[in-house]
């Protein structure tokens, strides 16, 4: 039988580690937790629970923590969790079906988001397909935020649900979203990405009426609502910073 191993980016994140590393123990043969510097008692917990860690200093780029583990085993797939997700019942048994069978393939299913208390169904937090299990020797990931694997063999859709239960507050909310558009700009800028202020804006409007409209967010009701005016000044607000950094370096 193929060995899969589970690989966490964690830092601070010790009220989730124990609960994620018990859940995907399931349908994994190890758990390797990717620690960035955590200071509270992420690496402590994790490693009393049967993970093992590893730290590689934090340089504000995801797909280079998920590419660092592609050599630090040598599990046949890989499965990419993050500590604030837990696999239903059911996608656990796919997931060990499928690797009972070997078959050399990219694997996704379906993700479930809970943000501030609410379900989400519609608009910018609606359900969505990731990709997260693959041959260890077959993926690589890039960009630094909002990462994506690449990997060029066929995909199979899993039965079974990830339930991603993410930001408990707008103060959490407000953190990641200045750090990840600070990224996203630094990098754009990087690649030569160029934006005015109207068009800031625009990108700022138009996700709103993506994510409120056209996703219908408007059927979630007041969690709708304010989801969608997150998503514009999370939008207005990647641009506005590339716009700077534009004026900075004239």
């Keep these: 039988m193929k060995k899969i191993a589970a690989v966490i980016l964690t830092k601070n994140e010790e009220k989730n580690i124990k609960d994620v590393i018990e859940n995907v123990l399931n349908c994994v043969d190890e758990v390797i937790v990717i620690d960035s510097g955590s200071n509270d008692a992420t690496a402590f917990l994790a490693e009393n629970n049967g993970a093992r860690v590893l730290y ?6 995801f797909s280079a923590q998920r590419n660092f583990v592609l ?4 599990a046949d797939y890989i ?26 393939k990219q694997y996704s299913f379906m993700r479930q988001i809970e943000a501030f208390g609410f379900e989400y169904k519609h608009g910018i937090f609606a359900p969505d397909e990731v990709t997260r299990l693959f041959p260890r020797t077959e993926v690589k990931w890039e960009h630094k935020v909002h990462e994506r694997p690449v990997c060029h063999l066929p995909k199979q859709k899993l039965s079974g649900t990830l339930m991603h ?4 507050s707008w103060q959490q909310w407000l953190n990641k979203a200045g750090q990840y558009t600070s990224i996203w700009a630094e990098d754009s800028f990087n690649k030569g ?20 409209f056209l996703q219908l967010g408007f059927l979630d009701g007041w969690a709708g609502l304010y989801s969608s005016l997150q ?6 607000l990647k641009y506005w910073k590339l716009y700077e950094l534009q004026q900075k370096n004239k």
Excluded: P, Q
């Design 193 to 212: 990405k160029r934006v005015g202020k109207s068009a800031a804006l625009t990108h700022g409007f138009y996700g709103f009426i993506r994510a409120y």
């Design 56 to 61: 590689r200093e934090w340089d504000e780029d």
């Design 79 to 104: 499965l990419y969790i993050d500590a604030d997700e837990r696999m239903s019942t059911e996608l656990i048994k796919s997931v060990k079906n499928v690797v009972t069978k070997c078959d050399v």
């Design 165 to 168: 239960y993410t930001y408990d």
């Design 231 to 236: 998503h514009f000044f999370y939008t207005l």
């Design 71 to 74: 050599d630090k085993t040598d």
